[in-house]
Every structure is written in C-alpha cells, then in structure tokens.
C-alpha cells in the first residue's frame, strides 16, 4: 500500500537586497497530490519596534506566486503529519520547533 506523503518546503519570499527590500522566509507543508500547501509565517507589524504576528493560511497555490524559490526539508507520510497548535498561540519558535523534530523518514 503506497501512503501518500506531505512534503515541508521552506519558501524564501523577497530578493533581501537592501534594507528596504528584506528576505523573508516561511514553512509550507504541500499536501498529497495537490499543488496546494499550508504556509505558516511571520508578518511584520510594526518596523520600529519590531513587533510580529504568526500568520497561517491553508489553501495556497504551491509555488507559492511572487517567491524567489522553496527548498524541500523533507517528507512524511500522513500518518506523522498533524496540525498541531503550540501553547502559545503566536509563537513561531513554537511551530519551527515542532516542524524540525518531526520524523521525516
């Protein structure tokens, strides 16, 4: 029986050449035999103080349209793959955290 996998991409948004015109990164889990993906990331609220916010939204068209490229992490078969929620609800640490120790093999 052939288990249909989720693949984790990092998705480098942004050419980061100048102050101006930052890099900016986020994980996306492209679901089984789809070119759809679930993208979670952090916006930027506020420059001078630097304030964030985690932003998660499902749906999105993979490749992600206006991205400079993704790199593959890795992948998992459905049955390791969970939409978990971390106990702090804007905690990106949180997610990556829970993203990297996941069993890719």
């Not at 101006?20 to 993208?39: E, G, K």
């Not at 991205?67 to 609800?89: L, N």
Request: proline residues 6%; negative net charge; contains cysteine.
């Amino acid at each position: 029986m052939i288990m249909s996998t989720y693949t984790l991409y990092v998705i480098i948004e942004g050419p980061g050449d100048s102050e101006i015109h930052r890099s900016h990164w986020s994980f996306a889990f492209l679901r089984p035999n789809t070119s759809i993906a679930l993208v979670y990331q952090v916006l930027l609220l506020d420059e001078t103080r630097l304030i964030y916010q985690l932003d998660k939204r499902d749906g999105v068209p993979f490749p992600v349209v206006g991205s400079e490229g993704a790199v593959k992490i890795g992948e998992m078969d459905g049955t390791k793959y969970v939409d978990v929620r971390p106990k702090q609800p804007h905690s990106f640490s949180a997610y990556c955290a829970m993203a990297f120790s996941m069993d890719m093999s």
